[in-house]
């Protein structure tokens, strides 16, 4: 992995993978990882072990995490630069972190620092807990960020304080991602660079329905008109959507006559030289 990225796969394979955060080690399901473990010790010793126990056929695992050692209260990595943010055990199995955006945070990075507009503004939907806010105020941008998680939206303070970014231009929006959209359209406002996450399936702040199959499209073709005329950029990822990322990039190309458009599998690759599938993105450049 990157080395300015405190964490790695040591080992996937079974339905499983086996990951490092800073030397805490932890073992969770993925249904990507559909061939065989290659490493054998390595799996007899971990710090954290989740167990799903969803019965219920939600779109989402929903869990309990054994520990073996106690994960610091206030744990965290590096992500990107000198970036921290922090990680949680999740009954949803996450850790409050994607690893594999890495590469949306370089390019986003590289577009921010390298342009001459000053200040350039960049909305996040769907932002989680901030990593992509943070990397995109660090490279000067003023950033609105946006999620239906009030506890998810006081992580991503807490990891731009952390990363030295507590009076940072961030505007934290507790707002279903839609909505927002919607209210900025009506208010004019325009920004110059945009990336999203939606999920497959979520509820907004108000309890309101998320389908991505039922509204990706209008919500996409929506969210791009909040472009400047000098926009930079414009992502929009994909984490368990069970579509291409050309079905993506085929509705990036639609929208974006000039630039240009790119697609790919996210992934990340262990200790073994396996690649974990860990998503798609599709994203455009103004040149």
């Excluded at 050692?69 to 922090?86: H, Q």
């Excluded at 807490?158 to 030295?164: D, T």
Aim: proline share 5%.
């Amino acid at each position: 992995m990157h080395k300015d990225l405190e964490y790695k796969i040591i080992d996937t394979g079974d339905g499983r993978k086996l990951e490092s955060y800073s030397g805490y080690v932890m073992n969770r399901p993925d249904p990507q990882a559909l061939w065989p473990k290659t490493l054998t010790k390595e799996w007899e010793k971990f710090d954290a072990i989740f167990i799903d126990d969803s019965k219920s056929g939600k779109r989402e695992e929903r869990g309990t995490w054994k520990t073996f050692k106690t994960l610091p209260e206030d744990s965290s990595i590096n992500f990107f630069r000198d970036l921290k943010c922090s990680i949680k055990l999740n009954p949803f199995k996450h850790t409050g972190i994607f690893p594999e955006q890495y590469d949306n945070w370089k390019f986003m990075d590289e577009i921010l620092t390298k342009t001459e507009k000053k200040n350039p503004k960049v909305l996040n939907l769907f932002g989680y807990t901030g990593c992509a806010s943070v990397v995109a105020a660090n490279a000067g941008a003023e950033v609105t960020h946006v999620d239906a998680s009030k506890p998810s939206i006081g992580v991503g303070m807490k990891n731009a304080e952390m990363s030295g970014l507590k009076d940072a231009p961030i505007r934290w929006i507790l707002d279903d991602a839609f909505a927002f959209v919607k209210k900025e359209l009506r208010r004019g406002n325009t920004y110059e660079g945009i990336i999203m996450d939606p999920p497959a399936f979520g509820r907004g702040s108000a309890g309101q329905v998320w389908k991505l199959e039922e509204q990706f499209v209008d919500f996409v073709q929506e969210t791009a008109k909040l472009l400047s005329p000098d926009a930079l950029f414009f992502i929009v990822n994909g984490y368990a959507s069970g579509y291409s990322h050309v079905a993506y990039k085929q509705n990036l190309e639609a929208i974006f006559k000039t630039g240009k458009v790119e697609s790919k599998e996210l992934l990340i690759e262990d200790s073994t030289g396996k690649y974990l599938p860990c998503g798609i993105v599709a994203r455009w450049k103004s040149e």
